[in-house]
């Protein structure tokens, strides 16, 4: 091994100029190859850290009479099925031990109405528990002006992007309650448009109900807010307090529970109506005794009710967002709770993060598609290479080669000894490509360069260029190395090994 | 005892659409020990003979019998094997390997044995370093030596396998006549202590005093054996 290193060396050394074109694809590749898996890798951790860590979770529990996946951003504002079985889907996610976290939300769109008069915008709400959502996307949303609601209090958080929205559509600006106009925030726009700038404190939202008919809800808005990583993309949705939510839409909410009627209150609804004036006839039970019976005992059925904690969840939602424990991988973790809901008869399944945001959890998964195939081009170009230079380099050495035959070397030594040559300057060359890369991936982390675009921010996986090389993932980087040089090789030394004394004997 | 036999040997080459017929039927036995010379104008076959002999190239028919093994029925890894144990082999433009200077060269099929340790073959090395004059030289590059060198190195390195058989495609052919005179004398030497089987081609009539027999070759037949 001690002859094939040391002839290997000196060739590399006598063959400067091959050595060194070899040399420089196998550094380029090397760096390129790494600071891509780096980009990979880093668009991989800020889609988990930005996407399902801040808006989604692992999987997404909707109701089976959904129609489509993508319930986050349906381009046709098409409405999400309710889930009315939010405690029992809950129970069921509790005895899931692969299963860390979850949350059940609502999310659908209403429409933002106008008090000037003038034309009407839209908003994509999000109803949750501010607790609870506190508490699974923790320092999610920040505001910029007012504030966060208080456990039980009913209003709204608008993001930056809904209010330019809302600006655009309708000259509207929208500010928290009992909050003045921050210039710092306007936009240009509305910056330039300051003086006529219609200042709203709450939102009136108009949301429609299965049975065609709408709901009017004012909300008071409590903070405008920014979401952490991808505003772009998330700014859109406002938060809003569960129970105001299922007002909007026309839900029942969770203080709506079936209570058991006064046997005179069941009779009134058991009246035919078909005749008008029985109603309002002496035979009518409301007429009969008002005074005595009703008013009495409707105060203390309130009453009663009043002080009855109220289980939030008994309301309805549309989804729920489920965070698998680190080390689930999403397939078998999907597959695993899809199992658990359609034994358990829900009515409800679970669909991936991706497939929840439609297009772009596709867009996604298409660039980093792209950025892989670019990589694999390179290797394929880097390999095309370093195949024709060291197949050269065999066929100018046929006497040198030859003459080691002739004297008893055999195709495993004149192998072995090219393929040394090669490992050695894929050692060299590539190792200092990879170290370069890591530096390089360091240094671009270290740059903070961000992007107001949103398929950049895709691409960074977040607002900010984070590339990021795990341990594992320079191992990949040194095997892809080894892979390239290996599969470089294998041609040359088909044709070193051809190589006969004979050939070497006709070449001089 | 006959350490080469040859029967019926004939070696055709392709040449475009033309076959060469280099040998056409060489009959030829070689004693152990002795010193041959096979003589014959260019493109007499000499070359030819042996390279067959050698194990560099293969014969197209007959048979060629080296040592005990017959070799026109060996593989590749046979044939290398004979070629690295029991041949050595003095190329007209002394074939060194560029990049070992002329111990690791004359260690080269040594290494490749693998059957002694590192300080043996260095310690042989030396010695037939030394034999053929060359101990100053012993860390210089082939390019840093003459032609006369370099062959030197070349015999050096044949010998040091203790080969059964020296073969020599024109030792003499690129060398002044001084420097091929002293190469040829170091054959001798080296056979008469050795008893080493040298055969050498050559067309040059005057160092024909060197052999013990000479074999005149032409178009691919002996024509004569003195």
Known sequence: ?508 | MNIIEIKGLKKNYALGKTTVHALRGVDLCVEKGNLISIIGPSGSGKTTLLNVIGCIDNATEGSVRVGEREITALSDRQITDIRLHQIGFIFQTFNLIPVLNTIENVEFPLLLMKKQSKGEIRKKAEKLIDGVGLKEFAHHRPAELSGGQRQRVAIARALVTNPDIVLADEPTANLDSVTGEQILDLMREMNRVEKTTFIFSTHDANVLKYAREVIKIKDGLIVKEA
């Open chain 1, 1 to 508: 091994m001690n002859l094939i290193i040391k002839i290997a060396w000196r060739n590399i050394l006598r063959h400067k100029g091959k050595s060194v074109i070899i040399g420089v694809i196998l550094f380029l590749g090397a760096l390129i190859m790494t600071v891509g898996n780096g980009v990979i890798s880093g668009m991989d951790l800020g889609l988990r850290e930005n996407i399902i860590n801040c808006f989604t979770g692992d999987a997404v529990i909707i109701s089976d009479k959904q129609q489509s996946d993508n319930v986050f951003l349906e381009m046709m504002g098409k409405a999400v099925e309710p889930v009315f079985n939010a405690v029992d889907i809950k129970k069921e996610l509790d005895k899931q031990n692969y299963v860390s976290r979850y949350l059940p939300v609502g999310k659908n769109m209403a429409l933002v109405l106008n008090e000037d008069g003038g034309s009407m915008g839209h908003a994509l709400l999000m109803g949750v528990d501010f607790e609870k959502y506190r508490a699974v996307f923790p320092g999610n949303v920040k505001p910029i002006e007012g504030r966060l609601p208080a456990q039980g209090e009913k209003g709204a958080l608008v993001p930056t992007g809904a209010r330019k929205q809302a600006f655009d559509f309708m000259n509207i600006w929208f500010i928290p309650e009992q909050e003045t106009l921050h210039i710092a925030n306007l936009t240009p726009e509305a910056l330039a448009n300051k003086d006529n700038l219609s200042l709203k404190r709450s939102l009136v939202l108009m949301g429609f109900n299965d049975d065609n008919s709408t709901s009017d809800i004012r909300l008071g808005i409590k903070g405008v807010i920014k979401y952490k990583a991808l505003n772009h993309v998330w700014g859109n949705f406002v938060i809003v307090d569960i129970e105001s939510y299922r007002q909007c839409l026309g839900y029942f909410s969770a203080s709506e529970k079936a209570v058991e009627l006064p046997a005179d209150q069941k009779s009134l609804l058991a009246l035919d109506n078909a005749n008008l004036d029985d109603m309002f006839s002496d035979n009518s039970l409301i007429v009969k005794d008002v005074k005595k019976t009703a008013v009495p005992q409707k105060i203390g059925h309130f009453t009663a009710t009043a002080v009855q904690p109220v289980d939030i969840d008994a309301g309805a939602y549309n989804m729920v967002l489920v965070f698998f424990k680190r080390g689930v991988q999403l397939d078998q973790g999907l597959k695993n709770l899809n199992a658990a809901l359609k034994a358990a008869n829900l009515g409800a399944h679970a669909v991936s993060w991706k497939s929840s945001i439609g297009p772009i959890g596709n867009m996604a998964v298409l660039i980093k598609a792209a950025l892989f195939v670019f990589v694999m081009f390179l290797f394929f170009v880097a390999i095309i290479i370093i195949v024709n230079t060291l197949s050269m380099a065999a066929l100018e050495r046929t006497s040198e080669i030859g003459m080691m035959r002739a004297v008893g070397a055999k195709k495993g030594f004149i192998s072995n000894m090219f393929f040394g040559e090669t490992a050695i300057l894929s050692g060299v060359f590539g190792g200092a490509g990879i170290i370069t890369g890591i530096i390089a991936v360091k240094l671009l982390t270290l740059s903070h360069i961000t992007s107001d675009n949103d398929m950049i921010q895709l691409l960074f996986g977040g607002d900010t260029f984070r590339p990021f090389l795990s341990a594992g993932d320079i191992g990949i980087a040194i095997v892809q190395l080894a892979i390239v040089t290996g599969v470089a090789v294998l041609y040359p030394l088909k044709v070193a090994r051809s190589i006969t004394p004979l050939d070497a004997i006709s070449r001089d």
